[in-house]
């Protein structure tokens, strides 16, 4: 099990990159910068590249409405290069409220935007002159669109890999099935050990039955907050207003992901009160009503033998790479925490 870390898209970058290269010496992995509606975050990987030399990148995730998929493909051939091969794209479709209301561009046919922008990716890679005719993107325009003096072009640069890995994050049924398909990784949110099977065995199997042979096992990247303590309840209680902004503030009544999520886990109950309490204005309310036993299983705090079982849990549910943000008071608790996770899962 790989050992990664996600970077705070609201702010504290620069004091977390100054902590990254002792979190590399302690054996982290890879790092995931987030991009939402915060900083780009491009430009917050390639100031991780040229501060690290072995810790791998991710964006974790450029939105796939928010860039042209050749200027995807693009970035991430220059990240990759860049960072002398440590480079994994991770995409996803974010959702309209981001999509529309922050970016002005319609929320339309994820599922066909995808697929058809990690074909074009991989054509530029390969340094194919691009030709693609789809639903959705034709590249070069075709006649009676433009100009008429479009031509295919192929990247001028060789890239360093021709096969960039690329994550998928995706929490919806077809969604998933799609990226055990055609990605490399997969990265899904609120991740429950004990029911994450119930939610995404089906459309995963489903996946992978068209899965090409030539990529590698599916990256499963799960993420959960991280502290070595006696009595976990206090840094517990740190997740609800999150975990409330997601399944009550993150989408409108029947059109919001998370709260989807909760309710597949078995949640509906309280995904209902959260979210009507949430879309009131009663975040307060709407965050005590998370339950306990969900931000345990999501949370890897408590004493160290405990976490090592809760650790062992993800793995066996088929989590490959786990990313933990460290909870402790000072630099030192904090690498020193990314440490234990190392030893812990090595013994996986």
């Excluded at 039955?209 to 590698?216: E, F, I, M, T, V």
Aim: hydrophobic share 45%.
């Amino acid at each position: 099990m790989r050992i990664g870390m996600p970077l705070n898209y609201a702010g504290g970058f620069k004091e977390t990159v100054a902590e990254l290269a002792d979190h590399e010496r302690a054996g982290l992995d890879i790092v995931y910068v987030p991009e939402a509606y915060s900083f780009d975050a491009v430009s917050q990987l390639g100031f991780i590249a040229a501060r690290t030399e072995r810790l791998e990148i991710a964006s974790g995730i450029l939105q796939v409405y928010t860039r042209t998929p050749t200027l995807t493909a693009m970035t991430a051939a220059g990240l990759d290069y860049v960072s002398e091969g440590r480079f994994t794209l991770g995409i996803g479709a974010s959702g309209p409220q981001v999509i529309e209301g922050f970016h002005g561009v319609p929320y339309d046919a994820p599922l066909g935007r995808t697929r058809e922008l990690i074909e074009i990716c991989r054509q530029v890679w390969r340094r194919e002159r691009v030709q693609f005719s789809g639903k959705y993107y034709s590249i070069p325009l075709p006649e009676g669109q433009g100009t008429g003096l479009g031509k295919p072009l192929k990247l001028i640069n060789h890239p360093v890999r021709e096969r960039i890995p690329i994550l998928i994050a995706a929490i919806g049924p077809k969604n998933v099935a799609m990226a055990a398909e055609l990605a490399e990784g997969w990265e899904p949110i609120f991740y429950h050990p004990e029911k994450a099977h119930l939610v995404w065995e089906k459309p995963l199997a489903e996946g992978k039955a068209k899965r090409d042979p030539s990529l590698p096992p599916l990256d499963v990247v799960a993420a959960a907050p991280m502290a070595i303590v006696d009595d976990p309840t206090e840094l517990l209680e740190l997740g609800r207003p999150m975990v409330a902004l997601y399944v009550g503030g993150m989408g409108a009544k029947g059109k919001n992901f998370y709260n989807d999520l909760a309710r597949r886990y078995g949640y509906e109950a309280e995904a209902e009160k959260i979210q009507d309490l949430y879309l009131e204005g009663k975040k307060d309310e709407a965050a005590a009503l998370v339950p306990a036993d969900l931000l345990r299983a999501m949370s890897l705090i408590g004493p160290k033998s405990y976490v090592a079982e809760r650790m062992a849990a993800f793995a066996a549910s088929g989590v490959t790479t786990l990313n933990i943000t460290p909870i402790a008071a000072d630099r030192e608790g904090r690498v020193a925490i990314t440490e234990t996770a190392k030893e812990l899962a090595a013994g996986l």
